[in-house]
């Protein structure tokens, strides 16, 4: 079991940048997946397999990015402080949700461990 805990969110006109950070409770270097995740704007929360994926690292350094977010987001991980951090360069209204951290000890299927969420706000 993972606790993550998220900063770093609030409210940024478009174009500006926010990075957001998330906590963890174990070594980050040594969990085979971490994430970040968002909600978009809704008043029902979806299921934790149906948020949209933003960025990925994993153990062995390697990094994804969906199209929505390549050359404007940037994940990058400290071992130091058992940190993981998303810089958000450019932010649009359309990246306006809730952003979750998430860490995964296998190579597939749902992450299993999640943050709380700090939301990010960006207006046009």
């Known amino acids: 079991q993972v606790q993550l805990v998220e900063s770093g969110g609030g409210l940024v006109q478009a174009g500006e940048s926010l990075r957001l950070s998330c906590k963890s409770s174990?070594?980050?270097?040594?969990?085979?997946?971490m994430g970040w995740f968002r909600q978009n704007p809704g008043p029902v929360r979806v299921p934790v397999n149906q948020?949209?994926?933003?960025?990925?690292?994993?153990?062995?350094?390697?990094?994804w990015y969906p199209d929505s977010t390549a050359g404007r987001f940037s994940i990058s991980r400290d071992g130091a402080q058992n940190t993981i951090y998303l810089q958000m360069n450019d932010l649009k209204p359309e990246d306006t949700g809730i952003y979750y951290c998430a860490a995964s000890y296998e190579w597939f299927d749902t992450y299993e461990n999640w943050g709380p969420g700090t939301q990010v706000t960006v207006s046009s």
């Open positions: 948020r949209e994926k933003v960025a990925q690292i994993l153990s062995g350094g390697g990094k």
């Open positions: 174990e070594a980050v270097f040594n969990i085979n997946r």
